[in-house]
């Protein structure tokens, strides 16, 4: 299996130079079906997602408590529709779902303000100083969003393996470099890469079952697996509570054994 993927600013080609990467690549081209997958897999309306991923607005004020949520479930979610492999993703923050996964290439599209004004003057119809501002909204907004989600700043151009400029090359030339870097032996699965795919998604959906459960939604644990051997550290108040974090882990598909490391808070927390 071999992912793609394509983060890029609001009106730089991005979703055509994805399309056309996945054609090139015989790949699945994905973007909206991680969030029809983390709806339907855990309960959340799809509105919610669309909501915290696409809406302007301070939306940070409503949510905040539930960002933790939508993370964790949009990592499970995006690891599910990972699993058949061959897929180039263009969608939020997609560089940061698959952590320390090498056979994933990480994309940037940017293009000069110049550019981006010139390309809403054409869909949106909008004036040059009204194009200027409704894309500095747009970044403003973005920026924000995926800090507050992921603590990053999306534009870091060290998060990604390769950045391109569509004000300097076309979307054609870009989706060749693309398609010619994915095919590239540094982006091939290996079987320790495969290995670290099959250990994230099980940590995700672990941590995606304990979020959605009502027992243990609001408890804050270290997850990791190893081959299906999934470990769970950390501080627990109720030591009763150690029992449902096992038992719903241990219903997790792909978890084989489990073993906890958790302890009590330090006395001082506990008697105030």
């Avoid at 293009?111 to 500095?136: N, P, T």
């Avoid at 970044?139 to 924000?144: E, T």
């Amino acid at each position: 299996m071999a992912i793609v993927t394509i983060s890029h600013a609001a009106f730089t080609g991005g979703s055509a130079i994805a399309d056309q990467v996945a054609a090139a690549l015989n790949y699945r081209s994905v973007n909206r079906e991680v969030l029809i997958e983390a709806s339907q897999r855990y309960g959340i309306p799809e509105a919610k997602f669309e909501e915290v991923l696409e809406t302007q607005g301070h939306w940070w004020e409503r949510w905040l408590e539930s960002l933790r949520l939508y993370r964790i479930t949009l990592q499970a979610a995006m690891c599910e529709v990972a699993q058949a492999g061959d897929l180039v993703y263009h969608g939020r923050a997609g560089q940061e779902l698959f952590p320390g996964i090498r056979h994933v290439l990480k994309v940037l599209i940017v293009a000069s303000m110049d550019y981006r004004i010139e390309q809403v003057k054409a869909q949106r119809g909008l004036g040059g100083e009204s194009a200027r501002q409704f894309l500095k909204d747009l970044d403003r907004v973005r920026g924000r969003r995926l800090r507050a989600l992921f603590n990053i700043d999306w534009q870091d151009p060290t998060g990604y393996d390769l950045i391109l400029n569509t004000s300097r090359i076309t979307a054609e030339m870009a989706a060749y470099l693309i398609a010619e870097a994915a095919r590239r032996p540094e982006y091939r699965p290996t079987p320790e890469s495969e290995k670290a795919f099959q250990d994230l998604t099980v940590a995700a959906r672990v941590q995606a079952a304990l979020i959605t459960s009502p027992k243990t939604r609001n408890v804050i644990l270290n997850v990791t697996s190893d081959s299906g051997r999934v470990n769970i550290s950390g501080i627990l108040a109720d030591p009763d509570l150690e029992k449902e974090i096992v038992r719903i882990t241990r219903a997790v598909p792909g978890v084989k054994d489990v073993t906890t490391d958790i302890e009590p808070p330090p006395i001082e927390y506990m008697h105030p």
